[in-house]
């Protein structure tokens, strides 16, 4: 299934263009804060470095939350959500491979290109069909690759490899075939004798319960992947919300800082009355 690799590529170059993208913003944005920290934060306090706190958040979720502030929340919440959404990445993934593993031996079992290529045979060289039917029209490959496993399934024309078409329509290689008038196949009568009619004009349109079965175990493989996918995009999701998140942790944080360098309380002895009394003074910088 190339669309599957096709979206994984994609989704793995937006990780990288987003973690490549919070660099380069890290160091604008340090830039522009740096003046401020410098003058208005004490020795003895740091402010944080928004732009760390975004590359460690584009690296993995809640580690920039983490160095910002340890106690915010997003320290917990985005590190949880991107092991869920892994998790069910992996989980989702082997699924699928382990449901595209069993229709391909289905298929191996109960798939034979020698029935599909004498009934076409037959087809072609009937003499009510259209030209339409040709070397041409038929191109099963004879390889197992990801087009024959897929062809089997989706087109008509090659139903005739499925044992139980061919062991009910095809029986003794007797086929009787039903043609519109411009001599396009719509169908047979079957000649297996536990399957006949007794109408001659009865016939039956292209069917197959093992080519349904397969159907049914394509699509729920399919249904797998999708599953991944979201999930896919719930890991770039998570990280986008993340490091918007940590800007405003990070900036609130260096706020908090600057409010409590520039407002001090102290307790210094003043004399009142005579008397050595305790004072709380508050100082304030501008």
Known sequence: ????????????????????????????????????????????????????????????????HFYANKSSVGTFIFPVLEVAFWAGIIYFDNKGDSIERDYMNFADKHYDRSFQHRVEDNLINHEASSPIYSSQHFRLEDVNSQHFYEDIGKYNKYIFGWKDWYDIYSYNDQIRWLFDN????????????????????????????????????RLDAQENY???????????????????????????YNREIRYASNHQFSITPMIVNNQLTPTLNLTTRF
């Open 1 to 64: 299934m190339n669309d599957r690799f096709s979206v994984s590529r994609l989704l793995m170059l937006a990780l990288i263009l987003l973690t490549l993208s919070s660099l380069g913003f890290a160091q604008v944005l340090d830039f522009m804060i740096e003046d401020d920290s410098v003058t208005s934060t004490p020795a003895k306090t740091e402010n944080k470095s928004a732009g760390k706190a975004i590359l460690f958040s584009s690296i993995f979720p809640g580690s920039g």
């Open 182 to 217: 411009d001599g396009v196949w719509m169908g047979n009568a079957p000649t297996h004798p536990d399957h006949s009619y007794d109408d001659p004009n009865r016939y039956d349109k292209p069917y197959s319960e093992y080519r349904n079965q397969y159907i049914r175990m």
């Open 226 to 252: 999708d599953k991944k996918y979201a999930l896919s995009f719930g890991v770039a999701l998570n990280r986008v919300v993340s490091v918007i998140d940590v800007i405003r942790v990070t900036n609130t």
